[in-house]
């Protein structure tokens, strides 16, 4: 898709442009597609009746929400196919790293070149693939990592006092400001960075280094979570949960059916070299011990048998057979019962 033309503010305007927010335009966009029957989440299996119908409503509602499963659910998976409901480009000052509106500026940058430029002020188009930023939540995460800091260097070069907002070297979120920002295994996170996402979440308001900033963000806002991790005391600060409207339970396939065309989908079992023939009961077998795993005593509930178990088990088998096939002069791999056991 070729670019929109507008390239300064004055043409943008005469355009016709009218800016909306993140998640209206998430809403408006999942609208569309619910109204053309398309598919919302392509490639996710199993989750048609549970998870979403409950993404979904939190999209329609404007919600932040969480995920909350085990691993190997397509959690991650899910959180960037939402960047498929954002709009192919958007309009946004040239220079800002704040991806400022050039109809409405949050950033002093913003604010001063609409001043200095008019309607010559220059226009950048932003693809949808760079409105979304995804951040592994680790003890070593700062408040510099996610929101920003003062940087020295930037009131050297331009002459500014320390407390000038153009002295800001800005974080992760106002970097995803007009988009998707995800944060994956929330609960890791420390509680004075959880306090400082939901100071900028609830009021906009920050303070880098003492020195208060105004910055409304217009960001929707997606964490996941392991259950028992979310749900423990201490994990999560109380301000941050509440703040979190939507809370969607992830889960394995119910059904070997699901189980099976999961693991069709993901395996790597087309190899290129000798043609490879699967039959079923092979790829029956194991999912079932997939399953079995799930249920047994052994297993911590609370980690889980990924859904990528099966998947690595499946190829495994496959390369088992491909090796026989190649000592052998086999024309074609088709793998055995014995083969499982090679994994």
């Known amino acids: 898709m070729t670019r929109p033309t507008p390239t300064t503010l004055g043409e943008l305007k005469a355009s016709g442009y009218r800016g909306r927010s993140v998640r209206d335009e998430l809403r408006s966009n999942l609208i569309r597609r619910i109204e053309a029957r398309e598919?919302?989440?392509?490639?996710?299996?199993?989750?048609?009746?549970?998870?979403?119908?409950?993404l979904t409503n939190a999209i329609l509602a404007?919600?932040?929400?969480?995920?909350?499963?085990?691993?190997?659910?397509?959690?991650?998976?899910?959180?960037?196919?939402?960047?498929?409901?954002?709009?192919?480009?958007?309009?946004?000052?040239?220079?800002?790293?704040?991806?400022?509106?050039?109809?409405?500026?949050?950033?002093?940058h913003g604010r001063l070149m609409i001043e200095e430029c008019g309607d010559a002020t220059p226009i950048e188009w932003l693809a949808r693939e760079q409105r979304y930023l995804e951040k592994l939540a680790t003890p070593d995460v700062t408040i510099a990592d996610i929101i920003g800091d003062l940087d020295p260097i930037k009131a050297a070069r331009g002459g500014h006092l320390l407390s000038d907002e153009l002295t800001i070297h800005y974080g992760m979120l106002p970097r995803a400001n007009r988009g998707i920002f995800a944060m994956n295994e929330l609960p890791d996170l420390s509680p004075r960075i959880q306090v400082g996402l939901f100071n900028i979440l609830e009021e906009g308001d920050v303070q880098?280094?003492?020195?208060?900033?105004?910055?409304?963000?217009?960001?929707?806002?997606?964490?996941?979570?392991?259950?028992?991790?979310?749900?423990?005391r201490g994990k999560i600060?109380?301000?941050?949960?509440?703040?979190?409207?939507?809370?969607?339970?992830?889960?394995?396939?119910?059904?070997?059916?699901?189980?099976?065309?999961i693991t069709r989908q993901e395996a790597w079992v087309s190899r290129g070299g000798r043609p490879v023939s699967i039959p079923r009961f092979v790829r029956d077998i194991v999912e079932r011990i997939t399953m079995l795993a799930r249920l047994d005593s052994r297993i911590d509930e609370t980690s889980g048998v990924s859904q990528r178990m099966p998947i690595a088990v499946l190829e495994t088998v496959v390369s088992s057979a491909e090796r026989r096939a190649i000592l052998q002069d086999e024309d074609e791999a088709v793998p055995r019962i014995g083969d499982v056991y090679a994994t």
């Open 62 to 108: 404007r919600h932040d929400f969480i995920l909350l499963g085990l691993r190997g659910q397509a959690k991650s998976r899910i959180l960037r196919q939402l960047v498929g409901l954002l709009d192919p480009h958007i309009p946004v000052i040239a220079g800002s790293e704040v991806n400022d509106d050039p109809l409405a500026p949050i950033s002093r």
């Open 237 to 261: 600060v109380t301000p941050l949960k509440d703040r979190i409207a939507a809370e969607i339970r992830t889960h394995y396939p119910y059904d070997i059916p699901t189980a099976l065309a």
């Open 208 to 232: 880098i280094k003492g020195y208060p900033v105004r910055l409304p963000l217009d960001l929707l806002i997606a964490f996941t979570a392991n259950p028992e991790d979310y749900t423990a």
């Open 39 to 54: 598919t919302l989440f392509p490639g996710i299996h199993g989750y048609e009746d549970t998870v979403i119908p409950r």
